[in-house]
């Protein structure tokens, strides 16, 4: 199956929900600076990075893990993607996420301060607190869809 | 194969053009053409099947707002990662002049926006019929050419 966690940049939230869900960092306590900064992608796309699907790894079960940044498009791209899946006949392959309704605003302020206007040294910071405060709702998040992906793949195994 | 059509919303502009790829549009009376300014059918953000030609291409609709590049870009990344051939899932946006307008009278209420639409996508979009004509006859020229070369 492939997992497409997307946000608005595809840069902070769904870079750190992608991480997660890989296991390249640790679930249990919230991040230092440099952990995030070590994170593929994070703090680090630009402006042509947008609707790219950008590959981060295969995880545990054998899934592979994608994040996309996709503007103020908000659930409807899920339902896009499904969509489109769907009428190339592989919508049970696709699982998109949608991560913007874990994110806060100091990563929306910090965030579009470090991305959209280049100002990394004062917009980095604040999206390194917001990202901090909003990791126990990511680690939610990603749980939830490792149980699910988790369920549909023994549900392939007992078919 | 199969051609998806990108527009603004489903039901406008590139239901025009699935019309006109199908060669099934209706001497110009967008009213005729089923599904047309049926802004409820866009809703559901799913590709909208408009028909299929004689060589049982399945033409689709799909509205995506403002950002045509972005998800045409998103959807070619995803029919790579799904591990499907570029011919099986062709993306071309559409737009005409006032998709953006029309986009604004989805706040009218449901009583009468499909009568409004219909009248005003009728007057914004006929005199540029000729240029989308022309957009729809190129995606076939290129169609036949990159695809058939590519299975010989």
């Given at each position: ?159 | ?104 009278l989805n706040w009218l209420p449901p009583?009468g926006r499909?009568?409004i ?36």
């Amino acid at each position: 199956m492939i997992i497409i966690y997307h946000c608005f940049g595809g840069s902070h939230s769904s870079v750190l929900a992608a991480a997660l869900h890989l296991r390249l960092i640790d679930k249990c306590r919230i991040p230092t600076t440099d952990e995030l900064m070590a994170i593929p992608y994070f703090d680090k796309t630009c402006d042509e990075d947008f609707g790219s699907i950008r590959f981060m790894g295969i995880d545990d079960s054998g899934h592979e893990v994608y994040v996309l940044g996709k503007k103020s498009m908000g659930g409807r791209y899920s339902k896009i993607l499904r969509g489109v899946a769907s009428i190339l006949g592989k919508e049970d392959q696709v699982l998109p996420v949608d991560c913007t309704n874990r994110i806060n605003l100091f990563m929306k302020i910090g965030g579009f301060s470090s991305r959209r206007m280049g100002l990394i040294s004062p917009g980095r910071p604040i999206v390194l607190k917001g990202t901090r405060n909003a990791f126990l709702d990511m680690v939610n998040l990603v749980e939830t869809v490792r149980i699910k992906t988790m369920k549909r793949g023994a549900e392939v195994k007992i078919l | 194969m199969k051609v998806l059509f990108l527009g603004n919303t489903a039901v406008h502009t590139s239901l025009l053009a699935a019309n006109i790829y199908l060669r099934q549009l209706p001497d110009l009376n967008f009213s005729q053409i089923k599904g047309f300014a049926d802004i409820e059918q866009d809703v559901s953000a799913y590709p909208f099947l408009v028909g299929k030609d004689q060589d049982g291409t399945e033409v689709y609709t799909l509205g995506a707002g403002k950002e045509l590049a972005m998800t045409k870009k998103s959807l070619e990344h995803l029919r790579e990662v799904l591990g499907c051939a570029p011919h099986d899932l062709i993306v071309e946006t559409v737009s005409m002049k006032g998709d953006n307008l029309l986009l604004l009278l989805n706040w009218l209420p449901p009583g009468g926006r499909k009568l409004i639409h219909g009248l005003i996508a009728g007057l914004l979009f006929r005199p540029q019929l000729p240029k989308l004509f022309r957009q729809i006859e190129d995606l076939k020229l290129m169609i036949s050419d990159k695809f058939s070369a590519a299975e010989s």
